[in-house]
């Protein structure tokens, strides 16, 4: 993952715009899993206002649980000591994550079982993260399990807020849209050398929409709304496109077909959010 880190920060580094940034890390990949992680590391860049300097992981699945106060990441004290016990079954970036953010339920007698982020530092593995193996898309992507007991930290690592509603399913939005900002760059970068100047035209327009829901509020129904609609223009492009490219560029076409599964994971979650922006205007 150095080495697509290396290539991101050379394609990025002058733009401050995190959605500029995906967008354009995306017009220069080939590869739609480094598009993908492009996306990833753009989003927790904005979200946590981090350095980019670093690949940075946000970790809240465990295996067979479904509600944040089930999980079996915990926050405690030990004789004066903060610690972190941590059972989290997916992390992106794999060992190469320097900045991983961890959900965990708080321990501590003051706490109520609150959720909270945790920050930690894992130079040069120090946490003790165990590689995947390669999953059935974006297999170029490394990924990581932590489990790991006895962590020690201290009350700045510790994020303010909740974790699920601060953090995690605010970033779940701010994900789907550097997606979008990547996968847009990556569209039109191939359109325009293939001189498709329609499907261009109608990749320049998503990208200006894209763009412009950078200072919209996450959190908003007209977010999610607007969200939506774009990912529906996108995607009727794209089933354009994919006709040509099958003859056209078909190595892209193949590993299109593979990799979009990775578009599928979140759709059920997205509708939700769709139908809660609707209901909620009445």
């Known amino acids: ?13 002058k733009y401050d715009d995190s959605l500029v940034r995906a ?34 992981a946000l970790c809240h699945n465990e295996k067979g649980v479904k509600k944040p106060r089930e999980m079996q990441t915990w926050v405690y004290e030990q004789n004066g000591q903060l610690m972190l016990d941590s059972y989290k079954s997916f992390a992106s970036g794999g060992t190469d994550a320097k900045t991983i953010f961890v959900s965990a339920v708080d321990q501590r007698p003051d706490a109520n079982g609150d959720i909270v982020l945790v920050k930690l530092n894992n130079e040069d593995n120090r946490l003790g993260l165990e590689p995947l193996p390669p999953l059935p898309f974006v297999p170029e992507l490394a990924h990581a399990k932590l489990k790991q007991t006895g962590i020690r ?10 974790a699920f509603s601060t953090y995690v399913k605010p970033f779940r939005t701010e994900e789907d849209l550097h997606i979008l900002a990547a996968l847009c760059g990556q569209r039109l970068s191939i359109a325009l050398e293939l001189d498709q100047t329609q499907l261009a035209e109608q990749y320049i327009a998503s990208a200006h929409a894209i763009l ?8 908003a129904p007209s977010t999610h709304l607007t969200l939506s609609g774009i990912k529906q223009q996108l995607t009727r492009t794209f089933e354009q496109q994919d006709k040509l490219l099958e003859d056209q560029l078909p190595s892209f076409a193949k590993t299109w077909k593979r990799d979009s599964a990775l578009l599928s994971l979140a759709e059920s979650a997205q509708k939700v959010r769709t139908q809660k922006a609707w209901q909620s205007l009445g």
């Open 212 to 219: 412009f829901m950078q200072k919209s509020d996450r959190s």
């Open 23 to 56: 967008f354009v890390a995306g017009a220069h990949f080939r590869q739609v899993s480094f598009a993908f992680a492009s996306a990833y590391q753009s989003a927790l860049e904005n979200m946590f206002d981090l350095d980019r300097d670093a690949i940075a």
């Open 1 to 13: 993952m150095q080495d697509w880190l290396a290539k991101h920060q050379s394609f990025t580094s």
């Open 153 to 162: 930290i201290q009350r700045e690592d510790i994020l303010v807020g909740n």
